[in-house]
Structures are given as structure tokens and as C-alpha cells.
């Protein structure tokens, strides 16, 4: 939202890590669900992606106090196209005010999960995006592995990556899960380059032989059926 009303709230008590800057409401609306959080509660929120790198204004300062005060857990990048009125990929924060290991959790302080959804998923329709049940429980499951819930967690490239808040910082305090994660690991091609090239050019030739006699059998009966060739 654009027009949040800034002016009527400069000095609000709900702005305790930063006013949030006029013409964009996320940090309004993250601190605002900050603040009506119980002391020892955990919440989601789905936001726009530039919530997590952008440093307009005060949004970079408010996002590195909320960091600073251990409040968020995980980070996980949505696709785009999930939703119906906006293709724009979204992200969803996860905070908690309590890190301690209560309720058959792990103490978390000073940790944050890196979870990169970006391509899971399928298309749907030619317009609009979806999770399958596996994709959900992927992401689902490897939080709850990464707080303690489950034991098996790991970090995997291109998917997943716990760390801290000093290499947070190391990278600006920005929260895009793809500057932590890092790529899929490409498997390794064994195949030597001269082999390989001699292999594709034979595949290629074999193509192209293939096209010449359908171009040639296209030609035949077209003729057959009286076109002028």
C-alpha cells in the first residue's frame, strides 16, 4: 500500500525497530504484526520479495533490527504466478520471539534457515502456478528438521542453507534466500570433448539426412494432390 497513513503515524508505539517509510507499507505491517505478538509466539507472513533486500528509506535499517533482535527464524522464496491477482513472486517471513528449544524444539539463537521455493511447483494453467503436496511437504519438512522437530536436516544447494546472523551481516542484512543457498551442483560430465563432438555431429548429420527425406516425401505428395512445387 502506498497510502497507509504515514503522516498520522509518525510516532506510533508499534514502529520499534524504525518508522517505516511513506509510499510502501511492508515494515508497517511487519511491525505492526510484530507488536501483537506474544511474548513467546511465532508467526508467517507473506510479503512482497522487496521486503527482503530493499534498502529505500528506513526498510533496510528496520530490517537489520528486526535481525539484530533475533526475531526471524526463516526466509523461503516463492515462485511467481501462485497467485491470482498478481504474478509476482512473493516470499513468506517466518518470526518467532522464542528461540529457547521450548516444545521439543532445538535453541535456535543467532540462526536463521534459508529456504529457496523458487522452483517448485507447476503450471497449472497458462497463467497461474502450483504447489503439489510433495513440494509442500519438502518445505514443511525441512523446517521442522532445522528446528528440531524431526531429525535428517541438511543444507542443500540450491535449496537450502542454515546460517547465522554474522554472515547475515557479511551480506548487507539482505534476506534473499538465493545469496545463501547457492546453485545445484551439476553432475559431472564424463563423456571426453572429442568423443562427445564426434557423437553429436553424427547425431546431427542423422538429423538432418531425416529432414532431407521427409522434405523430399512432403514434396511427393503435395505434388500427388496437384500443389505446384
Keep these: 500500500m502506498k497510502e497507509w497513513g504515514a503522516d498520522k503515524l509518525a510516532n506510533d508505539v508499534r514502529w520499534k525497530y524504525g518508522t517505516p517509510p511513506e509510499g510502501n ?3 508497517a505491517w511487519l511491525q505492526h504484526m510484530i507488536h501483537h505478538l506474544s511474548p513467546l509466539g511465532s508467526m508467517a507472513l507473506l510479503l512482497a520479495n522487496g521486503s527482503m533486500s530493499s534498502n529505500t528509506n528506513s526498510e533496510g535499517e528496520i530490517r537489520r533490527a528486526i535481525l539484530e533482535a533475533d526475531l526471524v527464524e526463516c526466509m523461503v522464496a516463492l515462485p511467481g504466478q501462485l497467485f491470482t491477482n498478481t504474478q509476482i513472486p512473493a516470499c513468506i517471513w517466518f518470526l518467532t520471539k522464542d528461540k529457547s528449544g521450548r516444545n521439543g524444539k532445538r535453541k535456535r539463537h543467532g540462526e536463521v534457515l534459508f529456504i529457496d ?3 517448485k511447483g507447476y503450471m497449472k494453467d ?3 502456478r502450483d504447489f503439489t503436496l510433495d513440494d509442500i511437504k519438502d518445505i514443511a519438512d525441512t523446517f521442522h528438521q532445522w528446528q528440531g522437530l524431526a531429525e535428517g536436516y541438511e543444507d542443500i ?3 537450502c542453507k542454515a546460517t547465522d546472523l554474522e554472515d547475515i551481516a557479511t551480506k548487507d542484512f539482505v534476506l534473499t534466500p538465493g545469496r545463501y543457498v547457492g546453485t545445484t551442483e551439476q553432475e559431472e560430465d564424463s563423456e571426453p570433448f572429442a568423443e562427445k563432438m564426434t557423437r553429436l555431429t553424427a547425431e546431427l548429420k542423422g538429423y538432418l539426412e531425416e529432414s532431407a527425406k521427409l522434405e523430399m516425401e512432403i514434396k511427393k ?4 494432390l496437384g500443389y505446384v512445387i
Design 221 to 224: 505428395q503435395l505434388g500427388g
Design 126 to 128: 497458462r497463467v497461474l
Design 117 to 119: 521455493a523458487r522452483e
Design 157 to 159: 544447494a540450491g535449496f
Design 25 to 27: 507499507a511492508n515494515f
